[in-house]
């Protein structure tokens, strides 16, 4: 099996109180779990059961595979390897360093970390739906906010994530209920700022 969950190395109490144990014990061990499995069994048999070495490769070229895999590697694919990019960018306790590159670059393009701070929210809060939204690096260098809908994701596109967003319902319902503005600004709180640095320089 080529196509994985990635192995989490924290606790799920570890985002509390921002996000609660529960909802990252079922995120990880049911909807995670279940876009694998999923991925997996409609691949099963094919040709792109082994085709690629791994999920990233996959979703790059999902596009060329033929059409009744298309939507399932979509789907679950997409669900793959978006939790599998949330959860090894998540932490709680980190800064974005004001003299880092992606801090430079943010103030450079978006005037402030503030400004950009306050459009991340804003197109997050607008996911219409289920979805994700991202901060983005394009080819050029530059940098974006953009959302997705259902699992789609910035692999399909060629943008390199930084961090991301999922406002799936199931990300936060439980601690949050309907209140998904609150949710998107305690979540500046669990983004591992070290990493979203690493995913800029890359
Ligand atoms: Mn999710």
Do not use: C
């Not at 801090?103 to 393009?109: T, V, Y």
Request: aromatic content about 16%; charged content about 30%; overall charge neutral.
């Amino acid at each position: 099996m080529n196509y994985k969950r990635i192995e989490i190395s924290f606790k799920y109490k570890d985002f509390e109180p921002y996000i609660d144990e529960e909802t990252m014990k079922t995120h990880y061990e049911k909807h995670h779990l279940g876009y694998e499995t999923k991925l997996n069994e409609a691949l099963k048999g094919t040709a792109v059961e082994n085709k690629y070495s791994n999920i990233e490769e996959l979703m790059k070229n999902y596009q060329n595979e033929s059409r009744d895999l298309v939507v399932p590697i979509r789907e679950f694919g997409g669900g793959l390897i978006n939790h599998n990019f949330l959860f090894t960018n998540m932490k709680v306790g980190t800064k974005l360093n004001k003299d880092s590159e992606l801090s430079k670059k943010i103030d450079e393009e978006f005037g402030s970390f503030e400004k950009f701070w306050k459009e991340f929210e804003s197109v997050a809060l607008k996911v219409f739906g289920s979805g994700w939204a991202w901060l983005v690096k394009r080819e050029d260098g530059s940098l974006k906010v953009i959302k997705t809908f259902n699992q789609d994701n910035p692999w399909f596109l060629g943008l390199e994530p930084i961090f991301g967003i999922d406002v799936w319902e199931h990300a936060y319902y439980l601690k949050y209920k309907s209140a998904r503005a609150e949710y998107i600004k305690n979540f500046y709180n669990v983004i591992d700022w070290d990493k979203a640095e690493k995913n800029y320089l890359k």
